[in-house]
T-cell receptor, first 112, second 115 residues
Framework: QKEVEQDPGPLSVPEGAIVSLNCTYS??????FMWYRQYSRKGPELLMY????GNKEDGRFTAQVDKSSKYISLFIRDSQPSDSATYLC????????????FGGGTRVLVKP | SAVISQKPSRDICQRGTSLTIQCQVD?????MFWYRQQPGQSLTLIAT?????????ESGFVIDKFPISRPNLTFSTLTVSNMSPEDSSIYLC????????????FGQGTRLTVV
């Protein structure tokens, strides 16, 4: 079983819809949770970063962490075709020296 | 956020040869990492590049195959040695400046094809 599980998709939504992404994990030591966006042939771009449990909002993006359930989510409101990309969750435990463990990525397609 | 420059951006190499990838950061950072992303896959950590000492490798990766240098707080290299087609991947440099936060930033990657 992988340490971090993420549905590979593809997830296809119409423009303007809410995109809902999630990851589950097994390592209770993870405390730092990140979401990255990766366009084809590009490096990952940090979207959201949260520490421990709770919610964080930044523009159209909302990240949620539920450590009791070992479950994290990313919501994208008012989705745009430019949001079409692969979204990767990543997490680390402070004791691990900031090494990131990634989910497999979810491919998202926003149709105009 | 740190600006990370990776060179080369892509290369096609013959099997049995070696390629050195450079990672330059525009500011001093505490931690630098090297990841591999195989076609259609997610990122896997190869090693942590330690300044002035030997890198710390993850399970499945060894120094003879992936020697790493980090002479200062802004620069690191990863060499892929004695390449085979299975080494065809994207190699990514990542940095974390723990003096500021625990956020990790990535370079654009080096797309390596071994023929």
């Amino acid at each position: 079983q992988k340490e971090v599980e993420q549905d590979p998709g593809p997830l296809s939504v119409p423009e303007g819809a809410i995109v809902s992404l999630n990851c589950t994990y097994s390592n209770s030591a993870f405390q730092y949770f990140m979401w990255y966006r990766q366009y084809s042939r590009k490096g990952p771009e940090l979207l959201m970063y949260t520490y421990s449990s709770g919610n964080k909002e930044d523009g159209r993006f909302t990240a949620q962490v539920d450590k009791s359930s070992k479950y994290i989510s990313l919501f994208i409101r008012d989705s745009q075709p430019s949001d079409s990309a692969t979204y990767l969750c990543a997490m680390s435990a402070e004791a691990a020296g900031n090494k990131l463990t990634f989910g497999g990525g979810t491919r998202v397609l926003v149709k105009p | 956020s740190a600006v990370i420059s990776q060179k080369p951006s892509r290369d096609i190499c013959q099997r049995g040869t070696s390629l050195t990838i450079q990672c330059q950061v525009d500011s001093q950072v505490t931690m630098m990492f090297w990841y591999r992303q195989q076609p259609g896959q997610s990122l896997t950590l190869i090693a942590t590049a330690n300044q002035g000492s030997e890198a710390t490798y993850e399970s499945g990766f060894v120094i003879d195959k992936f020697p790493i240098s980090r002479p200062n707080l802004t620069f690191s290299t990863l060499t892929v040695s004695n390449m085979s087609p299975e080494d065809s991947s994207i190699y990514l440099c990542s940095v974390v400046d723990t003096w500021k936060s625990f956020e990790a930033f990535f370079g654009q990657g080096t797309r390596l094809t071994v023929v």
